[in-house]
């Protein structure tokens, strides 16, 4: 019995290893990050998106999350437990930095 638990458990271990890729994980944290996802606000590759636009005095003003293509691994995550005026903070793990970053840097287009 203990024995088959062991077998079992292995077979996850090495499941979650080969059919997730690094940048699958990673782009699965970019859509839903325990909180917003980076999505909806830098886009779907990371090159940035209108968030919102409003009028004021009679002129638009649009509000923007920056591109985050070239963004350094340090940056990156600094960007997620700084207090900014408009993005949210995060609590993400390393690895899971780690995973988004790789997913930025190698996204497709
Ligand atoms: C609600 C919109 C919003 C969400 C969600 C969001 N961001 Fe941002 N992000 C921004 C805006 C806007 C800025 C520019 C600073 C500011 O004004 O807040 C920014 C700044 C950054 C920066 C710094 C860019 C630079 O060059 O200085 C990085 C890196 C970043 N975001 C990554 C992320 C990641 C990764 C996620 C998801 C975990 C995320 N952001 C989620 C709106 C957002």
Redesign the pocket.
Known sequence: MKRWFLVLASTFLFAEDSFITQYEYGEM??KN?R????I???GKH?EGAR?ASYKEDGKTIV??????RK?SKE??KR??VKR?????T?F?TDSEIGA?YYF?VNREP
Do not use: F
Not at 63 to 68: E, V
Not at 84 to 88: A, K, S
């Open positions: 944290l970019y990050p909180g917003i996802g980076c909806h606000c830098h990371g968030i509000l923007r999350g920056p591109d985050i963004v940056k990156l960007s997620l900014y005026r408009v993005m949210p995060y993400l988004l930025l």
